[in-house]
């Protein structure tokens, strides 16, 4: 029989290989150069953007190895492709400029985002491009969200009213929130998984593959921002 010091042995040695593997564990991707990717206008509406930050612990907090997730738009209108991620944040209102939406929710050119983010990036492409409908219909989303919906900072809260049942994802919501329900409004996921059951949104968006309409996220890529990447350099 165990005794209370191996019980407790075998705890901690646990908790060590959780922290480990949700903190420091970061693999082996494929690579791709942020220069690259914006300039031959690679990005399009519907690709998932990873983040990992550098200068925090969340992914113990969300016991996952991803802290933060954002989902890419593409105007199709636009010659230039400029691609802007869209987001919801829980930055600090006191440190937006006076631009900057003050309920969490961000709309942002995608190249800036990146090369300031303190922590390392990947994307998860989708397997071919959307059509000029899904396009429009995600940008009207979009530009809803950006009036009336606002980060949610109780994010344990929230977990447990949505695995209870209590709850399901509404205008007070969560990187991982938002990006499924763009998900939904892309026609990407079917709109009866709105009423599943779920409490980690940011696992269960990290890690999707298939999608309905045979549309499908590729494995993720680390995006580089090189520090001699500057189109004003000669």
């Known amino acids: 029989m165990l005794s209370t010091t191996h019980i407790f042995s075998c705890f ?7 922290i480990y593997q949700v903190q420091f564990s970061h693999g082996s991707y494929d690579i791709i150069y942020l220069h690259d ?37 593409v105007d199709t209108l636009d010659e ?16 937006c400029r006076s631009f900057h939406g003050k309920n969490g929710i961000f709309f942002t050119p995608l190249r800036g985002r990146i090369a300031k983010y303190k922590g390392r990036c990947w994307l998860k492409a989708l397997n071919h491009p959307i059509n000029e409908t899904q396009n429009n219909n995600f940008r009207t989303f979009i530009d809803y969200c950006l009036k009336n919906m606002t980060y949610n900072m109780k994010i344990l809260h929230s977990v ?18 938002i990006v499924f329900l763009s998900l939904i409004k892309l026609g990407l996921l079917d709109i009866k998984q ?6 980690h949104y940011l696992k269960f968006v990290t890690n999707i593959t298939k999608c309905q309409n045979q549309y499908a996220y590729e494995e993720p890529i680390e995006i580089i921002d090189h520090m001699f990447d500057d189109s004003t350099m000669i």
């Not at 230039?80 to 440190?95: K, Q």
């Not at 709105?194 to 409490?199: H, I, S």
């Open 12 to 18: 901690i040695v646990l908790i060590i290989i959780f």
């Open 80 to 95: 230039h492709r400029t691609p802007y991620l869209f987001e919801a944040n829980g930055i600090d209102v006191d440190r």
């Open 160 to 177: 447990f009213q949505k695995l209870l049942g209590i709850s399901k994802c509404n205008k007070s919501t969560n990187c991982a929130e």
């Open 37 to 73: 990717l914006i300039d031959n206008k690679q990005l399009k509406t519907g690709d998932i953007i990873l983040f990992k930050a550098a200068n925090n612990f969340n992914a113990i907090y969300f016991a996952h190895y991803f802290t933060h997730i954002g989902i890419v738009y």
């Open 194 to 199: 709105y009423d599943l059951v779920c409490g």
